[in-house]
């Protein structure tokens, strides 16, 4: 995509809400900290994907460069990358996650070229769905998710579903939910997808985020793989209950051969045979 791109504007907006941000990292303010907002309607749902409300709340350490160690490259995208060559992607990054749905309305327009596609070039490929906890419960989301392409088979092909649960594009951080009820809303997502799937959700998110919407929930990480999301050299404190990430996004603003204008980089911790495994839910 050329500079003049609906992601590149909406990348510049969120560039300028992270420069107020000071240089270093911050952690989210408490929710008492900040005057109360209003919890919108999914005005925008076409704008958000996974890591969009991240840089503004939490900024990009500056100049960083990640330590991915010897994990197996991978990218996150949505409609916003537009047509993508998935033989040039496959050259350099072995899996994809991409966006499917969002609440129980809005389907990414290109999710299905993009779950094609990347199977053809040989990728291993997996859905997300954008959670909005204020519109519906965990259950009716993830009943929409699984009908709209957030299944899985074990084919070798297809990651375990994701669900992306981050700062609220619509108002209040925490949806309006007390963390308890955020808590209770995973939890009924992550039950319903492993009733439907078999498999329990990757839950893509940041350790600020959780602390402050969940209060630190360690029950999840028994079950759930993380997808944690960090723009700086380290991948830093996990969230409690985690004692390691299985994949980390390091950067929204990544160069792909086969995908124009920025985009999503993730990498998986560990090797390309662990990465087979979690897809095919083996040892």
Known sequence: MSPSTPRARFAKLVLAAALAIPAALVAAAPADAAPAQVNGPMTHPERDFAGSTIAAHEGVEPGFAPNLMAGTPGIDVSHWQGSINWGSVAGSKRFVYMKATEGTTYRDPNFNSYYTGSYNAGMIRGAYHFATPNTSSGATQADFFVSHGGGWSADGHTMPPMLDIEYN??????????????????????????????????????????????????????????????????????????????????????SVPGVSGNCDVDTFNGSADRLLALANNTP
Request: aromatic fraction near 18%; glycine fraction near 12%.
């Open 169 to 254: 594009p619509y108002g209040a951080t925490c949806y309006g939910l007390s963390t308890g009820a955020m808590s209770q809303w995973i939890a009924d997502f992550s039950n319903r997808v492993h009733a439907l799937t078999s498999r329990w959700v990757v839950i893509y998110t940041t350790t600020n985020w959780w602390n402050q919407c969940t209060g630190g929930n360690a029950g999840f990480g028994a079950n759930n793989p993380l997808f944690i999301a960090r723009y700086a050299s380290t991948v830093g404190t996990l969230p409690p209950g985690w004692g390691f990430y299985t994949i980390w996004q390091y950067s929204s603003t990544g």
